[in-house]
Nanobody, 121 residues
Framework: QVQLQESGPGLVKPSQTLSLTCTVS??????????WDWIRRAPGKGMEWMGA???????YYSPSLKSRASISRETSKNQFTLQLSSVAPEDTAVYYC?????????????WGQGTQVTVSS
């Protein structure tokens, strides 16, 4: 059974860079065909897709975040990481990592439990 677990700081100051890691167990992030996503939900808002890294290493980003977001991976640790620069209070959200088989729809078959990130001085 594939499991995902987010980790990172719960509190970040404005203008700093947020770094979150998703540790995957039960399946390799290099397994054929899968996309590994970062998604967030801000208070009172819906889910926002932030970006993804394909099993091949190709990355995809939401146009609204492309200039601030960076996704990378550490295959030896079976982890992938989100870095979000120049954070502001509007980046306060619960951040999730998730897996899906295609970018053609929004179905994710495995999710992490989510981690709360608050941006505040």
């Amino acid at each position: 059974q594939v499991q995902l677990q987010e980790s990172g700081p719960g509190l970040v100051k404005p203008s700093q860079t947020l770094s979150l890691t998703c540790t995957v167990s039960g399946g390799a992030i290099t397994a054929d065909g899968y996309y590994w996503d970062w998604i967030r939900r801000a208070p009172g808002k819906g889910m926002e897709w932030m970006g993804a890294i394909h099993y091949s290493g190709v990355t995809y980003y939401s146009p609204s975040l492309k200039s601030r977001a960076s996704i990378s991976r550490e295959t030896s640790k079976n982890q992938f990481t989100l870095q979000l620069s120049s954070v502001a209070p509007e980046d306060t959200a619960v951040y999730y990592c998730a897996r899906r088989a295609t970018l053609a729809d929004n179905f994710h078959d495995h999710w992490g439990q989510g981690t709360q990130v608050t941006v505040s001085s």
